[in-house]
């Protein structure tokens, strides 16, 4: 289990290092104000997003606090109603993260500031380049596959840059799916992390 959660941690990381040379377009009808997304019993929903996801019976939430641990920032920066002005003082804030306690099958959700990491200019494909180098730089730890071509799908009412990817680490292979879009000023990303026990088109299905 230690093994999976720093697995994720660290392919997270990369993921916001890679706002140096960064991301996606995306088209459609105006968003609503950024704002926190809720969870509610099983159910995390995300208004500017568009989506709900509803967890399974096994899954379990983070609280801020867990959040706030487990990338090494302050509580302080997930906390509090004024969530867009964190936001803006902060490159990187997280939402959501939550796991399967039998599996470690975990999901995070999360936003980069793109004026605070990279221009607001930079394509998907050019985030996409970028993420591979920067996964490259920790090819002494674990080894990522990519697909030779990324694919979009919907996430509720969004649309994804998806990218699924092979992961092995010491002598442990999972699966890794990135799903990118870019929201006025802002990177939305979610992360999944598959471990054992699921599929990547069950993991979709739970979003609505």
Request: glycine share 8%; net charge negative; charged share 20%.
């Amino acid at each position: 289990m230690k093994k999976i959660v720093a697995l994720t941690l660290a392919i997270i990381t990369v993921l916001l290092f890679v706002g140096c040379q960064n991301p996606i377009t995306s088209g459609g009808a105006p968003q609503p104000k950024i704002s926190r997304g809720t969870v509610k019993g099983d159910i995390y929903k995300n208004d500017y997003l568009g989506f709900e996801f509803v967890k399974p019976t096994s899954w379990v939430y983070c609280t801020d606090e867990e959040i706030a641990a487990a990338i090494n920032l302050g509580a302080e920066v997930l906390l509090g109603e004024n969530f867009k002005e964190t936001l803006e003082l902060n490159p990187t804030v997280y939402d959501m993260m939550v796991r399967d306690i039998f599996t470690g099958t975990n999901i995070n959700v999360g936003y980069e500031n793109l004026a605070k990491t990279l221009s607001t200019n930079i394509t998907i494909e050019q985030y996409v380049d970028a993420l591979k180098e920067q996964l490259k730089a920790v090819s002494s730890t674990m080894q990522v596959t990519f697909p030779e071509k990324h694919d979009t799908v919907k996430l509720g009412e969004t649309e994804f840059t998806r990218l699924i990817c092979s992961v092995s680490m010491s002598g442990q292979s999972m699966q890794q799916a990135y799903y990118l879009s870019k929201q006025g000023g802002y990177m939305t990303f979610i992360i999944v992390t598959i471990p054992r026990g699921y599929q990547v088109a069950e993991i979709e299905a739970m979003f609505q």
